[in-house]
């Protein structure tokens, strides 16, 4: 299994793990499988300083990968900054593969659909250096399976239940395996035996998301569902015997949705002794009452994003997920339980369809007002979602725009919808200036 380098303008590994492939790992064991892990992206990688110089962690087991500079893709000609392949060098990747040796196939996973370039080139270089044939799966290939047919994969799995895999491979491989008896989600543990080290552990403890935000594919790709807690923990558990971590991140895109559940996994998570955990992802404010303030405090969560999105009228057209007093009672309830404005953030989308730069603004302030971080987040749209089809239909987007030009980044440099360059650079200076108002 193979999870490919990054090409972008920038990357930082927050916590950074190829769980999908993980769980791909886990059940290919299952069924009998033996199974070797290349993860280009892991930092801590027994191996990896023989061929890179490692950044050293800046917290939380978090840090900048190696990187080196790669030509740009031809779309990408007229940015004017340097782009990048982040992660192992390709001769980390040959050192690996001659240490594994001969395999029946090799299972290539992908994440943001623009960072496809990295994908390809990853399976390029392992139809040249293996003779197995090459299965590619993950985000990139859910959103645009027609796009990742062109990646030089012998064969694409678009889907996201992988109960249907070891179909897949009965038919496109001729693999002699059953079924899976279980349900993968709820029985199986991402395979984080299959590092020689980590840095941290990340793990889910749900999949899917009952809301319906315009912008979001999570709820088009998954039926929400919910990982029994007592599965969750034991899960945590079982690898921090194995990899001696401080660091452990939830990957949920609805962690507390269902109060029931929630407290019984917070309740679980307060007897892990010196253990930091970090939500990421952004949870829902509007979930955040006392008492999971509270238990999130017990359990010791040392990094808390709360999704707030945006101001105004856009609050309710995109979903109606999270309104401004939704996030100030959320932010109320978690400082009561004592966490203080440098473990919590909200998150603000900028440059959404429809969204003004006052809109924009007026979230940046509200934010800071409530003293804890901003942390702004540049939309891209995302094919396959209800904002993607009413821009398609509106003739804002081609359909068949290179998806390397939606990266979140330069979007805001050609893209005619929207604040424009210079106004998501003000508001991102904005939001710099007021986090650094902050007391330390
Ligand atoms: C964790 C996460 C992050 C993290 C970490 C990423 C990082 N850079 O460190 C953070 C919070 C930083 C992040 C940031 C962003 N993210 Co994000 N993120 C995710 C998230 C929530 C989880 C990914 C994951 O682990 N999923 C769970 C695993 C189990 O799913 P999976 O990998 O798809 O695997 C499944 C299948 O694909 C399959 N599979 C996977 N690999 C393989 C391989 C084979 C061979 C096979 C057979 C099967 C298989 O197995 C699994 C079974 O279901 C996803 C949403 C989601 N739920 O997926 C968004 C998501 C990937 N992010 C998204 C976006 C938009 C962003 C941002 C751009 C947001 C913004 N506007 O700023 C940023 C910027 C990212 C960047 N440039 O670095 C979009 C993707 C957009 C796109 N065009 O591709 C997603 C889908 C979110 C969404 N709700 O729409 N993100």
């Known amino acids: 299994m193979v999870n490919p380098n990054i090409h972008d303008f920038a990357a930082y590994d927050f916590w950074l793990k ?19 892990l290349v993860d280009m992206m892991n930092r801590h990688d027994l191996d990896l300083p023989r061929f890179v110089k490692v950044p050293k962690d800046k917290y939380f087991g978090t840090g900048k990968f190696p990187s080196r500079e790669i030509e740009k ?32 196939a090799v299972f290539v996973t992908s994440m943001m659909t623009y960072w496809y370039s990295g994908v390809w080139e990853m399976v390029k270089a392992l139809k040249e250096l293996t003779s197995s044939p ?56 991402p395979a984080y035996e299959l590092y020689n ?8 403890s749900s999949i899917g998301c009952p809301f319906r935000c315009s912008y979001c594919i999570t709820p088009l790709v998954w039926k929400f569902s919910k990982r029994s807690p007592e599965k969750v923990i034991k899960a945590i558990e079982r690898y921090l015997e194995l990899h001696p971590v ?12 269902r109060k029931d559940h929630v407290e019984e996994l917070l309740r679980g998570l307060r007897n892990f002794r010196g253990i930091r955990f970090h939500l990421p992802n952004g949870i829902h404010a509007r979930l955040v009452d006392r008492q999971i303030a509270e238990l999130l405090k017990e359990a010791n969560f ?15 057209e995109t979903g109606g997920k999270v309104f401004d007093e939704d996030l100030e009672r959320a932010v109320e309830f978690l400082k009561e339980a004592g966490f203080t404005h440098e473990e919590l953030a909200a998150y603000v989308l900028v440059n959404m369809p429809g969204q003004s730069y006052e809109d924009a603004e007026r979230a940046v302030y509200f934010v800071h007002s409530l003293g ?23 003739g804002l987007i081609d359909p068949d725009v290179d998806p390397l030009l939606l990266n979140n980044t330069i979007l805001p440099l050609w893209w005619k919808v929207g604040m424009g360059a210079s106004g998501v650079e003000r508001i991102k200076k904005l939001a710099r200036e007021l986090n650094s108002k902050l007391p330390i």
Do not use: C, M
């Open 18 to 36: 190829p769980l999908g492939l993980l769980y791909v790992g886990a059940l290919l064991k299952r069924l009998g499988a033996q199974v070797f």
């Open 73 to 104: 893709p031809e779309v990408l000609k007229e940015i004017p900054r340097r782009f990048k392949s982040y992660g192992a060098p390709p001769e980390y990747l040959e050192y690996k593969l001659r240490e594994i040796g001969k395999v029946d």
């Open 134 to 189: 090459v299965l590619l799966g993950g985000v990139y290939t859910h959103i645009l399976p027609r796009h990742a047919l062109k990646s030089g994969a012998d064969f694409i799995f678009p889907y996201t239940n992988l109960n249907a895999l070891p179909r897949f491979l009965r038919d496109k491989l001729g693999w002699e395996i059953p079924d899976f008896e279980g349900n993968w989600f709820e029985d199986l543990d």
């Open 197 to 204: 080290r980590v840095g941290y552990l990340v793990f889910l």
């Open 246 to 257: 401080k660091d452990v991140a939830f990957f949920d895109d609805a962690f507390l949705v």
């Open 302 to 316: 040392k990094t808390i994003k709360l999704g707030y999105e945006t101001s105004g009228n856009l609050q309710r």
């Open 372 to 394: 804890i971080r901003v942390n702004v987040n540049e939309y891209t749209p995302i094919p396959g979602t209800k904002d993607w089809q009413k821009l398609v239909k509106e």
